[in-house]
C-alpha cells in the first residue's frame, strides 16, 4: 500500500471513529505487516480513495474492523458495495462489532449490516481500547450468515483479544 492511499485511509478513520476505537498513525500503519490484517479500498474515477474496509482474517472467522467512506460519499451506497463484495468473497462467518443501540445512529447503522444479512447478538462484549489510557466501549457483536452461540463466541473473543487487542 503506497504512503498517499494509507494516508487518506488513516483520515477517513480519523473523521469516522472516536479515539478510543482506532489506533494512533503508527500503530495503525505497523499493522500492514500482520499477515491477517487486510485493507480494502475503493476509489473514485480520479482514484481517490473514498471508502475502506479494515479486516482480520483468521481461519476460523473474518472479523470486520472497520469500514468507513468520506463524508462525501456517505449515503451513495459505496460501503454497501464495498461490506456486499467482502461478504461474497468470504467461505468463514462473519463478526463485527456496533455500538449499543440505544441511539438513532447506532439503530440505523445496524439496520445496514441487518440489510447486509448480519445478526444482531445479545451476549455483553466490551471492545478493549486501541490506544493506551483510552476506556474499554461496551458495543453488541453481529455476526453473518447467522447468530453465534456464546461458546462459539468465546473462541473468537478470546482470538481478538490477544490478536487484534494484543491483550494476554
Given at each position: ?74 449515503g ?29 445512529l ?9 440489510r ?6 445479545f ?6 481500547s486501541l490506544q ?20 462459539e ?16
Open positions: 500500500m503506497k504512503d498517499q492511499e494509507f494516508d487518506t485511509i488513516f483520515e477517513i478513520m480519523q473523521d469516522s471513529f472516536p479515539e478510543c476505537e482506532r489506533r494512533t498513525y503508527a500503530g495503525q500503519k505497523e499493522l500492514l505487516n500482520d499477515p491477517h490484517y487486510r485493507i480494502i479500498s475503493k476509489v473514485n474515477d480520479l482514484n481517490q480513495v473514498v471508502a475502506f474496509l479494515a479486516v482480520w482474517e483468521f481461519p476460523l472467522f473474518r472479523f470486520v474492523e472497520h469500514i468507513a467512506v468520506t463524508t462525501a460519499g456517505r451513495s451506497g459505496i460501503g454497501g458495495k464495498l461490506m456486499s463484495d467482502y461478504i461474497a468473497e468470504s467461505q468463514t462467518p462473519i463478526i463485527l462489532e456496533v455500538e449499543l443501540p440505544d441511539t438513532d447506532a439503530q440505523r447503522r445496524i439496520g445496514f449490516y441487518e447486509l444479512g448480519f445478526h444482531l447478538n451476549f455483553g462484549y466490551e471492545q478493549p493506551r489510557g483510552q476506556p474499554t466501549v461496551p458495543l453488541k457483536v453481529m455476526s453473518y450468515p447467522r447468530l453465534l452461540t456464546e461458546e463466541f468465546a473462541l473468537y473473543k478470546d482470538m481478538l483479544y490477544s490478536k487484534v487487542y494484543k491483550m494476554e
